[in-house]
Antibody
């Protein structure tokens, strides 16, 4: 069974930085597009960023472009999200998610339990 | 950018009844639609992809239909464990990947 374990969340002041990690196991990590999805308290789901299996292609929602950087270390089966210039509206539970196995897959077939990021002074 | 609209926001249903949830895309997304279930304190769980294909382990009482701009998730006979929030998500020509606002299915 696929395992995704996020870490790195916490309380940070506006303008600060955090680096989230997602440790993956029980699948061939390098073959899959990986994604960060967030959920603000009491709100719905929002796609944040995705990265191709090779790491060469990266995609971001407009609201985080220039502030967040997604990356991966395929030798360590780990996904990262470097978050800079954090704002109050970045406060959310951040999920690591794996896209489905088919070539055209754009759906998420596995999710971690999330790591909470709180941006507040 | 595609907008995904779910209705109703809240659906009150008796256990054992049928629930019908709707998801509308602002432009055609072919059959590139997934449905997720989320219970309080839990991560979302994939139910349906390709608009109508059940994910591994999902009970047959869950079914998806539609294409283009109009989609439906039907739960044929609600069980106690089905009361949750349901999200649709489009993946046609992404990025971005877009979720609907969700439908909460509650006990009547």
């Amino acid at each position: 069974e696929v395992q995704l374990l996020e870490s790195g969340g916490g309380l940070v002041q506006p303008g600060g930085s955090l680096r989230l990690s997602c440790a993956a196991s029980e699948f061939i990590f390098s073959r899959y597009i990986m994604t960060w999805v967030r959920q603000a308290p009491g709100k719905g789901l929002e796609w944040v960023s995705s990265i191709s299996g090779s790491g060469l292609s990266r995609y971001y929602v407009d609201s985080v472009k220039g502030r967040f950087t997604i990356s991966r270390d395929n030798s360590k089966n780990t996904l990262f999200l470097q978050m800079n210039s954090l704002r109050a509206d970045d406060t959310a539970l951040y999920y690591c998610a794996k896209l489905g196995s088919r070539p055209s897959a754009g759906w998420f077939d596995s999710w971690g339990q999330g790591t909470l990021v709180t941006v507040s002074s | 950018e595609i907008v995904m609209t779910q209705s109703p926001a809240t659906l009150s249903v008796y256990p054992g009844e049928r629930a019908t949830l709707s998801c509308r895309a602002s432009q055609s997304i072919s059959s590139s639609l997934a449905w997720y279930q989320q219970k309080p304190g839990q991560a979302p769980r994939l139910l349906i992809y390709g608009a109508s294909t059940r994910a591994t382990g999902i009970p047959a009482r869950f079914s998806g239909s539609g294409s283009g701009t109009e989609f439906t998730l039907t739960i044929s006979s609600l069980q106690s464990e089905d009361f949750a929030i349901y999200y649709c998500q489009q993946y046609n020509n992404w990025p971005p990947l877009i979720f609907g606002g969700g439908t909460k299915v509650e006990i009547k």
